[in-house]
């Protein structure tokens, strides 16, 4: 099984990345996904998840209005755009695979490694 994230980088403050993570290994349609973010000496939290047909969406108040995410299910892939990024969304981001909703750290079944962004100011 691999999660396999991709899209992270260095943007400046009100600018936009879209990430991307491709699950092999298992059926894509059978999980929830989700994106979770690290900042140095910070607990790893939950910013946004998107249920197995991708019709139901879930977010952290600190990203809802300037993040997206969907799936293709197609493509074993989930995107979470971010839009008007902000110094204090840099953090490593992991996507996760999850059987249950709502996805939250304790319910992961498999997590990528993590992609670096970084917001300047």
């Known amino acids: 099984v691999q999660l396999q994230a991709s899209g992270g980088g260095l943007v400046q403050a009100g600018g936009s990345l879209r990430l991307s993570c491709a699950l092999s290994?298992?059926?894509?349609?059978?999980?929830?996904m989700g994106w979770f973010r690290q900042a140095p000496g910070k607990e790893r939290e939950f910013v946004a998840a998107?249920?197995?047909?991708?019709?139901?969406?879930d977010y952290a108040d600190s990203v809802k209005g300037r993040f997206t995410i969907s799936r293709d299910n197609a493509e074993n892939t989930v995107y979470p755009q971010m839009n008007n990024l902000k110094p204090e969304d840099t953090a490593v981001y992991y996507c996760?695979?999850?059987?249950?909703?709502?996805?939250?750290?304790?319910?992961?079944?498999?997590w990528g490694k993590g992609t670096q962004v970084t917001v300047s100011s």
């Open positions: 290994g298992r059926t894509f349609s059978n999980y929830a």
């Open positions: 998107i249920r197995w047909s991708g019709g139901i969406t």
């Open positions: 996760a695979a999850d059987r249950t909703w709502p996805v939250r750290h304790y319910g992961v079944d498999y």
